[in-house]
Structures are given as C-alpha cells and as structure tokens.
C-alpha cells in the first residue's frame, strides 16, 4: 500500500517561501507511469492543482501559479518537495501531496497524503 | 483552463435515495477524461470513478458515473450513512492545469 506524507512549516510569514516535503512510503517514486504532485486546498474551498514531477525530474506547474512554484524530487530518499516564493494570505491552504497516474490517455490521482496546514500570517 | 461547475452545491438527501450529481464543463473535456473524488471531514479526497465511468479498485457498485464531453454524472443509488461527503470531479481532457469542480456537499 503507497503511503504518502507531508511535512514542513505550518506557519510561515507573509512574503516568505513556503517549504514543504513528501516522504513515499510502499512504493517507488521511481515507477514508470505515476507522477508526483502537489494540491492545495482552500479553508472550506475547492481543490486547485498546483504541480507534478517525474522521477526524471520533468515538471510541469499550473500556469496561475508557475513563476512562484518549484517542485523538486529526491529518488535517493523517495521523497519530493514544493518551494513556493511570495508567499501571502491568499496562500493558506491544507497542501497534499499525492500520486498521479498517467498512462494510455488516463490521468487521475490514486493515492494521497493526509494534507499539511500551512497558515501565513506574521 | 477548463471550468467544471458542479450541481447542486448542496444536496440534502436520507440514506436509501438516490443521489444524481452533475458535472459541467466549460468546453469538452476529450471525451471521458473525468474523474470523480469523494472527501469526508478532515480526510483527503479518495478516487471514485475515472474515464467518467469506470469505478475505482474497491468501489462499490452503488457508484456509477455516466457522461461525456461536456456533461457528466455521478449516481450514487442506493445512499448508506457513509456516502454523505463533498464529491469533486477533475477532468484532465485538457491540461495542464488539471482542475476540479467546486465541489457538491451531500447531506442528510
């Protein structure tokens, strides 16, 4: 069973970068065919994509958020990491990381983490 | 990006009804390139349906989606205690970005 975890700050200051990082457990980040992503969600809103890597290292990022957003992946400890700069009020948010899969013209996510609340405020 | 709008918002329901859930799209998402998300209170979203109408590994068959292009279904026909969540779909007919409907809140 493919266990994800996030981790990092759950509060960080208005203008700051926020940090935070996926632990893989159960499986591979290296497997062919899933890609690493990360959500957010909105205090009682919907759900907004954010961004995926490949354990190639190729990425790609929601266009509403690409000039602040990096996603990084560390196949050596199964893990893989959002940096986000510039941050604001408007960036608080539960974070999930959560696998994607993508072959043969399917593409859904099928496993996620728990969620990390990340406040920013001073 | 593609915008899908969920209907009802809210759907106020007894177990035992029969829960329809609607998805539009902004424009066609390539067919059935939809997917479907339950979320229960301070949980993550769980997959339910992809490819519009094929139920997830462990789904009970009281879930069915139907739909393509730009209108789509989530029947769920036989409500239990457990079903009542916020149900999102996500299309990925045209990404990035991937995006997701606002969400319908199930309730009793």
């Known amino acids: 069973q493919v266990q994800l975890q996030e981790s990092g700050p759950g509060l960080v200051q208005p203008s700051q970068t926020l940090s935070l990082t996926c632990t893989v457990s159960?499986?591979?980040?290296?497997?062919?065919?899933?890609?690493w992503t990360w959500t957010r969600q909105h205090p009682e809103k919907g759900l907004e994509w954010i961004g995926y890597i490949y354990y190639s290292g190729s990425t790609d990022y929601n266009p509403s958020l690409k000039s602040r957003v990096t996603i990084s992946i560390d196949t050596s400890k199964n893990q893989f990491s959002l940096r986000m700069s510039s941050v604001t009020a408007a960036d608080t948010a539960v974070y999930y990381c959560?696998?994607?899969?993508?072959?043969?013209?399917?593409?859904?996510?099928?496993?996620w983490g728990q969620g990390a609340l990340v406040t920013v405020s001073s | 990006e593609i915008v899908l709008t969920q209907s009802p918002g809210t759907l106020s329901l007894s177990p035992g009804d029969r829960a329809t859930l609607s998805c539009r799209a902004s424009?066609?998402?390539?067919?059935?390139?939809l997917a479907w998300y339950q979320q229960k209170p301070g949980q993550a979203p769980g997959l339910l349906i992809y490819d519009a109408s094929s139920r997830a590994t462990g789904i009970p068959d009281r879930f069915s989606g139907s739909g393509s292009g730009t209108d789509f279904t989530l029947t769920i026909s036989r409500l239990e205690p457990e079903d009542f969540a916020v149900y999102y779909c996500?299309?990925?007919?045209?990404?990035?970005?991937?995006?997701f409907g606002q969400g319908t809140r199930l309730e009793i």
């Open positions: 996500q299309q990925y007919g045209d990404w990035p970005p991937i995006t």
């Open positions: 424009r066609s998402v390539s067919s059935t390139h």
């Open positions: 959560a696998r994607l899969f993508w072959s043969n013209g399917l593409v859904y996510f099928d496993y």
């Open positions: 159960g499986g591979s980040v290296r497997l062919g065919g899933y890609y």
